[in-house]
Every structure is written in structure tokens, then in C-alpha cells.
């Protein structure tokens, strides 16, 4: 079955850093585009960034110059290196990915990882 897992949210303070993974498994033949989105309480779901099979990355104005996108496809797995986080950062971390699984193309979404900043 496949799936997508988020990891690393925690409780840090304003200014701290975290990195967030998410890794596929479940017999997946290939990766394409794979993103981090993030939802605070009684807010929709934003785009964080997003980063193609071929490395090009897209990110949110709000977290420009201080979040960076990253996947190691050896190991189908996404990261997000969080750096000068801010109380605004504070939300649900989901990640997505499109995956050629059952001969298709899907979009799966991962159960989300919960990031708190304190100021």
C-alpha cells in the first residue's frame, strides 16, 4: 500500500530551526512532483514549496529565504529544512506527492506532522 509518512514537528521556539521528512513506500515505480503544505486552526491549506523530479522549487513568499526544499530520490524521500522560525509558522505540515503506482499517475497526501512555535 502506499503511502507517504511526515516526521520531525515538534515544539520550538521563535527563531529555532526544524527539519521535516517525508518519505513514500509501498512499491512505487516512480516520483514526480513532491510538495509541503501547511494548515493552521481554522485556516485552509497553503503551499509551503513544492520541488519537481528534476529539482526545480517554488515557495511560498511568506517562508522565502528561510525554508529550503530538498529530496533524496535514492531514498523516495522529501525534506524541509525550517530555519529563523516564526510563531506565524505554527500549523499542520502535510506532504504530497504525485506517484506512478497501479499504472497511474496519483496524488497521495501524508497523515501531516504538527510544528508549534512558541515566541
Known amino acids: 500500500q502506499v503511502q507517504l509518512v511526515e516526521s520531525g514537528g515538534g515544539l520550538v521556539q521563535a527563531g529555532e530551526s526544524l527539519r521535516l521528512s517525508c518519505v513514500a513506500s509501498g512499491g512505487i515505480f516512480s516520483i514526480g512532483d513532491m510538495g509541503w503544505y501547511r494548515q493552521a486552526p481554522g485556516k485552509q491549506r497553503d503551499l509551503v514549496a513544492v520541488?519537481?523530479?528534476?529539482?526545480?522549487?517554488n515557495y511560498a513568499d511568506s517562508v522565502k529565504g528561510r525554508f529550503t526544499i530538498s529530496r533524496d530520490n535514492a531514498k523516495n524521500t522529501m525534506y524541509l529544512q525550517m530555519n529563523s522560525l516564526k510563531p506565524e509558522d505554527t500549523a499542520v505540515y502535510y506532504c504530497n506527492a504525485n506517484m506512478w503506482y497501479g499504472s497511474r499517475w496519483s496524488l497521495y497526501w501524508g497523515q501531516g506532522t504538527q510544528v508549534i512555535v512558541s515566541s
Open positions: 520541488m519537481s523530479s528534476r529539482g526545480s522549487t
